[in-house]
């Protein structure tokens, strides 16, 4: 039984496991997927790595120094490929002086053929002129068929992977469309807003990020400097310190184009190094920028421990405080104090971490209609709360009915009330041991009952029959006596809240001493004595009051 109970969390567990694994299996590299080189593709002929990371980190580039060094990155990475280009040109046509075999060593031949046909045809088209008429017109129509064999063969030839140099050239025309574009509308970014401690921490792993990418486009192009360099070096070596008088021309030629080489691959160390240093520079106002975001880190969470620490200190100045208000207002006072502390604490962090709403009033009427709608109970509750810390509240320590429950109230919190059940008010009132919580929705939802004044005066009595030897009235005038001797001091302290009452009420006033009343009874007259106490103590003055009147009794008349 147990096994089928846990098998929903079983479940839960596997399921979890199972979305960890697939977020972390198809989490991002963090290098573009354009960028990523597989082992079976094909090697481009020109490597655009650097012109291509130059493009991307522009975007990033915030500041007017940054934008700066972009621009500056931008330009040598492209003249970098400049000159990248014009090498392998000169080397696609070293390649193409020599001879091809099998199936391109055919398609050669035929485009050469074909050449020399086209060229004659220009010729021919040249010397017939203007006025040859249906002569130039045919001259002309072989020409075009002529010049389209030629370019169908080119394309076999480049198809076949003979012909590299077309395909270099248009590679070439295809980067300097794009150049023009590039140099027209390169984009930069805009500073990111840095007002919150979320757009702070938000702000701090973005330049991150952007310093990672930058060092590894630094490390990037220090690393082609060190191949450029290496490649130098050999083809240096190669190189005859002084060339045969009698070499031949061709010689003469390959050693011309290897010295060209030679002078490009130096251009290109110079370009990829001062790459490097661009990227450096760039690296660093970044860097600096990181500074300026953790400055800002430290002064939103410096903000938040200020006020934390204010909000305990004021919190312990509160307790001092309060401590000379009246100890059944005392929990009302604390309470409603310390939750607004804890609002306006929690509100102003929110304000750091997140910054004011934007839409503020949108927010506010769609919490407000669900909380309506699903929380109707406890904000009626919670609403109750404070009709309940109002002025005609009730208070700790206050004997009250609350849906026919009588008893003491021991705690008052947002949502419930709770009291120490006593008896009724014409009973004992001793304590039952039993507590009782009431929503606080009573309060706005129903009535309940609570002592006018605040010393929680009521009119308790107590009855005893008198035998009737002796002068019964004068007994109860003593007895009178004894009562109002006892309930003096309360008595007075009830008339002042109770003047206190009627001038603020506007109700009738009348007199707190006690009353005596005589009834026939059985076995002589019932004394009923009425008299003024408070609540809590009406035990004890009742109890004070029968030994009082018992002595009395027991003097021999």
């Given at each position: 039984?147990?096994?089928?109970?846990?098998?929903?969390?079983?479940?839960?567990?596997?399921?979890?496991?199972?979305?960890?694994?697939?977020?972390?299996?198809?989490?991002?590299?963090?290098?573009?997927?354009?960028?990523?080189?597989?082992?079976?593709?094909?090697?481009?002929?020109?490597?655009?790595?650097?012109?291509?990371?130059?493009?991307?980190?522009?975007?990033?580039?915030?500041?007017?120094?940054?934008?700066?060094?972009?621009?500056?990155?931008?330009?040598?990475?492209?003249?970098?490929?400049?000159?990248?280009?014009?090498?392998?040109?000169?080397?696609?046509?070293?390649?193409?002086s020599v001879p091809a075999a099998g199936p391109l060593r055919q398609l050669s031949n035929r485009i050469a053929q074909l050449q020399v046909r086209v060229d004659t045809d220009k010729k021919r088209v040249d010397d017939l002129g203007k006025n040859a008429g249906e002569a130039l017109d045919h001259a002309q129509a072989q020409l075009d068929l002529d010049q389209d064999e030629l370019d169908d063969a080119q394309q076999d030839l480049a198809r076949e992977g003979g012909d590299k140099r077309a395909r270099l050239q248009r590679l070439l025309r295809e980067h300097e469309a794009s150049d023009k574009v590039?140099?027209?509308?390169?984009?930069?970014?805009?500073?990111?807003?840095?007002?919150?401690?979320?757009?702070?921490?938000?702000?701090?792993?973005?330049?991150?990020?952007?310093?990672?990418?930058?060092?590894?486009?630094?490390?990037?192009?220090?690393?082609?400097?060190?191949?450029?360099?290496?490649?130098?070096?050999?083809?240096?070596?190669?190189?005859?310190?002084?060339?045969?008088?009698?070499?031949?021309?061709?010689?003469?030629?390959?050693?011309?184009?290897?010295?060209?080489?030679?002078?490009?691959?130096?251009?290109?160390?110079q370009d990829t190094k001062q790459l490097v240093i661009v990227y450096q520079r760039w690296s660093a106002l970044v860097r600096k920028r990181l500074r300026a975001i953790l400055h800002l880190m430290q002064?939103?969470?410096?903000?938040?421990?200020?006020?934390?620490?204010?909000?305990?200190?004021?919190?312990?100045?509160?307790?001092?405080?309060?401590?000379?208000?009246?100890?059944?207002?005392?929990h009302q006072v604390r309470v409603i104090a310390r939750i607004t502390l804890q609002l306006a604490a929690v509100l102003a962090i929110l304000l750091i971490l997140f910054g004011p709403p934007t839409q503020l009033s949108t927010i506010i009427g769609l919490v407000t209609a669900g909380l309506t709608v699903v929380m109707k109970d406890f904000i009626v509750a919670f609403l109750g709360w404070f009709t309940l810390m109002g002025k005609n509240g009730i208070s700790l320590g206050d004997w009250v009915e609350i849906e026919g429950v009588s008893g003491e109230v021991i705690e008052i919190g947002l949502l419930k009330t709770v009291l120490l059940e006593l008896g009724n008010w014409t009973e004992t009132g001793h304590?039952?041991?039993?507590?009782?919580?009431?929503?606080?929705?009573?309060?706005?939802?129903?009535?309940?009952?609570?002592?006018?004044?605040?010393?929680?005066?009521?009119?308790?009595?107590?009855?005893?029959?008198?035998?009737?030897?002796?002068?019964?009235?004068?007994?109860?005038?003593?007895?009178?006596?004894?009562?109002?001797?006892?309930?003096?001091?309360?008595a007075a302290e009830a008339a002042k809240d109770w003047q206190r009452v009627t001038h603020q009420y506007g109700a009738r006033d009348f007199s707190a001493g006690p009353a005596v009343n005589l009834r026939p009874a059985v076995n002589g007259l019932e004394v009923v004595v009425r008299y003024i106490t408070r609540a809590p103590q009406r035990n004890v003055v009742k109890s004070n009051l029968f030994q009082a009147i018992v002595d009395l009794l027991r003097k021999p008349a």
């Open positions: 039984m147990k096994s089928f109970k846990s098998l929903p969390a079983l479940v839960l567990v596997i399921l979890f496991v199972v979305c960890l694994f697939a977020y972390y299996s198809t989490r991002d590299s963090g290098t573009p997927t354009a960028a990523q080189k597989s082992v079976s593709a094909e090697q481009p002929l020109v490597d655009t790595s650097l012109l291509q990371s130059a493009v991307n980190l522009a975007p990033l580039a915030a500041t007017p120094d940054e934008q700066g060094e972009a621009r500056e990155a931008w330009r040598l990475a492209d003249h970098e490929l400049d000159l990248r280009f014009a090498a392998e040109l000169r080397e696609a046509e070293a390649e193409a590039a140099d027209q509308s390169l984009r930069f970014g805009t500073l990111a807003s840095t007002g919150t401690l979320s757009e702070q921490f938000r702000a701090w792993l973005s330049l991150r990020e952007y310093n990672r990418q930058l060092q590894a486009a630094a490390q990037e192009a220090a690393a082609q400097a060190r191949i450029l360099l290496d490649r130098h070096d050999t083809l240096e070596r190669q190189l005859p310190s002084q060339p045969d008088a009698a070499a031949s021309v061709a010689l003469l030629r390959r050693l011309s184009a290897q010295h060209k080489t030679l002078t490009g691959l130096d251009q290109r160390v002064g939103s969470l410096a903000a938040i421990l200020g006020i934390l620490l204010a909000a305990v200190l004021l919190n312990s100045f509160m307790r001092r405080a309060f401590s000379q208000i009246d100890r059944r207002r005392l304590p039952t041991g039993r507590r009782v919580a009431f929503s606080n929705s009573f309060a706005m939802e129903q009535h309940y009952f609570n002592f006018s004044t605040s010393g929680q005066w009521l009119w308790d009595e107590l009855r005893l029959t008198l035998p009737t030897t002796g002068d019964p009235y004068e007994t109860a005038e003593k007895i009178r006596e004894i009562v109002e001797r006892e309930t003096q001091a309360d």
